[in-house]
């Protein structure tokens, strides 16, 4: 056990010295932050993946995890975008969301029942992450934290689309559609992951 | 339909006054998604084994028509992660090009292992066919577009091998799929010759 924990440990202070700066990567409309916000979750695909991603559990998961999901993901969003706004530069260890990817991916193609609050944990822990990333990118790129509420927005939006969509689901071989997707989804976090580690990206 | 003199000219102004496109600050991110779904149609190889995936899977009907589409992309990124972070794999050409024999002669014997089999015999490949995308992947390429177009490209093969296995369900089709084994297993011979 203690073996473990050193492993653990020093697996973890590997990945925090490792760190890089948070890359902004944010996208501009010419219509104001808040269309920017909503914007950049459709062009920035390592925050739409995994949104999507957390979607298709929720809705796998039932109406009541759908339903903590489709509150929680934007709010947790917001928050960690405000949090990341006001630290300024975050640094991160490269590749952070690649694990995220992969994960939820996995759980969405091996279709594991997972309760409405482990669901909503996750979706915590999403929006936090990412919230705070975008955040920081906003705050590094000089621009107007109002983009925090198109993003926050535009992913309840897509979360009750596609939650809905999965809770629908009645034929089997659509729930089997959605798993593949999901194994799609851990299959390029999975890359990225690679990716990262070999310096590349 | 004739086509009207105002469009012909509204088609010519649009193309004589285009502006130059303007990408936004994601500069090359188009190129690694197209470059990622090209990648693994690029070699005969990788397509014929991928699409006996999809003839296999249908034949085998539910659930391994889609526990085979699952299983193929899982453990092809786990070898594409395995080459991108410099672990070496032994034979990886000699395993795809068995993979082809082995996944096409499957094909053409309407084989039905026991589902586990047929899955880790799958999973077994994707490993080498992984692990070959993984080593190849330039430098330079956005690594999340990249990834995307690789796995839709290679779903989109499997995809295209259940279609065209549907054929099973007719006498014709089930004789036309396994002389389609044979030949994707003749194929896999004439890649392991080359590859040795």
């Known amino acids: ?201 | 339909m004739k086509p009207q003199p105002v469009n012909v000219l509204l088609l010519l102004a649009g193309v004589l006054l285009a502006p130059p496109a303007l990408a936004h600050v994601q500069q090359g991110q188009a190129a690694g998604f197209v470059y990622g779904l090209l990648h693994p149609v690029s070699g005969a190889d990788h397509v014929l084994a991928m699409l006996a995936v999809g003839l296999w899977g249908a034949q085998l009907g539910a659930p391994a028509i889609w526990l085979l589409p699952v299983t193929f992309p899982l453990l092809m990124a786990c070898g594409g992660f395995l080459g991108l972070v410099g672990v070496p794999l032994p034979g990886v050409e000699i395993g795809i090009a068995a993979s082809a024999i082995l996944l096409g002669s499957m094909v053409a014997a309407q084989a039905r292992p026991p589902l586990w089999t047929a899955a880790l015999a799958v999973g077994f490949f994707a490993l080498f066919h992984g692990h070959a995308h993984g080593t190849e992947l330039p430098a330079g390429q956005s690594g999340l577009l990249y990834s995307i177009g690789f796995v839709v490209a290679t779903g989109g093969l499997h995809a295209t091998g259940i279609a065209i296995g549907l054929v099973h369900r007719w006498p014709w089709g089930r004789t036309a799929l396994r002389a389609a084994g044979l030949a994707i297993a003749a194929a896999g011979l004439y890649f392991l010759r080359r590859a040795l």
């Open chain 1, 1 to 201: 056990m203690t073996a473990r924990r050193v492993r653990s440990g020093l697996a973890g202070a590997a990945l925090l010295l490792g760190c890089a700066a948070a890359q902004a990567h944010l996208a501009s409309t010419g219509l104001g932050p808040v269309y920017d916000g909503i914007w950049h979750l459709f062009v920035s695909f390592d925050d739409l993946l995994p949104v999507l991603a957390i979607a298709l559990l929720a809705g796998l998961n039932g109406a009541r995890a759908a339903r903590w999901t489709l509150f929680v993901l934007p709010a947790a969003w917001w928050a960690g975008g405000a949090v990341g706004f006001h630290s300024g530069a975050v640094s991160v260890p490269a590749g952070i969301t690649s694990p995220s990817l992969l994960l939820l991916g996995l759980l969405v193609a091996l279709d594991r029942r997972l309760g409405p609050s482990i669901t909503a944990a996750l979706a915590v822990a999403l929006g936090l992450l990412h919230g705070g990333l975008n955040g920081a990118g906003i705050a590094l790129a000089g621009r107007e934290a109002s983009g925090l509420v198109g993003m926050a927005g535009a992913i309840f939006v897509l979360a009750a689309l596609v939650s809905a969509a999965a809770l629908s689901l009645r034929r089997p071989w659509t729930r089997i559609a959605v798993r593949v997707a999901g194994s799609w989804i851990a299959a390029t976090g999975l890359l990225m992951l690679g990716w990262t580690l070999s310096g590349r990206a």
